[in-house]
């Protein structure tokens, strides 16, 4: 993960403070998911193609640190959208260069390849849009073809979106990604970020690379802290008050705000308010719901005061509760349309 990261990163909401400096609206932080020998392409010797990289787009870009064992790095981009769909394009045709098929009869300008994007699920909406005419119009206008993965990443609220084309198609695609991403920015804010890896390697190695960003922006919730790791070991089962994490002091509380389909949320609150309940209970977090919508779109207001692994926690059961609950639905629609035919 590159060193630099975004300002005030524990600032996530309040809603009155939440934006972080300079405006999400302004710049994007777009991330894909590559593998090991691409990810040494992408940097280059002592780091020479990602600092060209750099001067030749003026974004912010780096991959994240080898974790033994793993295959797969995450690339940050940093930047307004024009700069981060060039820096993609540039990325991707370097890449094709680095990989050449047999003998060559097709300029790397030609060549189709394939880059998979990590979308936090709340935003996956927008770009998809209405019976999916947001992401046929984006397919249309570019030339790429993309393809959204139905689940989220493992311990994550991130999906893949696999951007396929030329590099060139591939670079219009993600501009236009990146300006739909910008448009609803706040609805990326809490993304539980995907770390390659698995169980406590990623809470303990990857966690190190550094502070955290969301599809659109900040994401306070991967903040580096001393006891995260430590605090992670206790079993999902134990109560709060035994865990180290939620016997850190008051001044390491977070509050994070995150947008619920009000038809969702008595799925999220459960009978009694038994589902709610015992994700307070597993996250540690403090977790309060307004009584009516905020706005027109008729979403509902969560908010979450917590650590930032406890918060982390806390989001993470309620995407995977969200996802239980789609795929519930999705399924007894099936078994109508069956019955009727």
Same mark, same amino acid.
């Given at each position: 993960m590159p060193s630099e990261s975004s300002p005030q990163p524990e600032s996530v909401s309040p809603p009155q403070s939440r934006s972080p @400096? $300079?405006? $999400? #609206?302004?710049? *994007?932080? *777009?991330?894909?998911?590559? /593998?090991?020998?691409?990810? !040494?392409?992408?940097?280059?010797?002592a780091g020479k193609n990602v600092a060209d990289l750099r001067e030749q787009t003026g974004v912010k870009a780096g991959v994240t640190k080898v974790i033994p064992g793993v295959h797969e790095r995450v690339l940050t981009v940093t930047g307004p959208v024009d700069g981060v769909a060039k820096a993609y394009t540039l %990325?991707?045709?370097?890449?094709?260069?680095? =990989?050449? @098929? /047999?003998p060559v009869t097709s300029s790397p300008s030609t060549t189709h390849t394939a880059i998979r994007l990590l979308i936090s699920h709340n935003l996956m909406g927008t770009i998809i849009g209405r019976n999916g005419l947001k992401i046929k119009a984006i397919q249309d206008g570019s030339g790429a073809r993309m393809v959204a993965s139905k689940d989220m990443l493992p311990q994550s609220t991130e999906r893949i979106v696999e951007v396929q084309g030329a590099p060139e198609a591939i670079g219009r695609a993600i501009e236009e990604i990146g300006k739909c991403l910008l448009e609803d920015w706040e609805r990326g804010l809490g993304t539980v970020l995907f770390h390659p890896g698995t169980g406590d390697d990623r809470s303990s190695g990857s966690r #190190? +690379?550094?502070?955290g960003f969301s599809s659109t922006g900040l994401s306070g919730s991967r903040r580096p802290n001393g006891d995260g790791a430590r605090g992670r070991q206790s079993p999902p089962s134990s109560p709060p008050p035994? @865990? $180290?994490? &939620?016997?850190? $002091?008051?001044?390491? *509380?977070?509050t994070q705000n995150i947008s619920i389909p009000s038809d969702m949320v008595g799925c999220i609150i459960g009978r009694s308010g038994t589902k709610i309940t015992e994700i307070r209970?597993? &996250? !540690? /977090?403090? %977790? +309060?719901?307004?009584?009516?919508?905020h706005d027109e779109t008729g979403e509902r207001m969560f908010t979450i005061i917590g650590t930032p692994e406890a918060n982390e926690k806390a989001l993470f059961l309620l995407y995977n509760q969200l996802e239980s609950e789609k795929e519930r639905r999705v !399924?007894?629609?099936?078994?109508? =349309?069956? *019955?009727q035919d």
């Open positions: @400096s $300079p405006s $999400p #609206r302004d710049t *994007l932080t *777009l991330r894909a998911l590559v /593998s090991t020998k691409d990810a !040494g392409v992408i940097i280059g010797k %990325i991707i045709s370097q890449l094709v260069s680095a =990989t050449p @098929s /047999s #190190r +690379s550094g502070p035994q @865990s $180290p994490v &939620s016997a850190q $002091p008051a001044a390491n *509380l977070r209970r597993l &996250s !540690g /977090s403090k %977790i +309060s719901i307004a009584k009516a919508p !399924g007894r629609e099936q078994q109508q =349309t069956e *019955l």
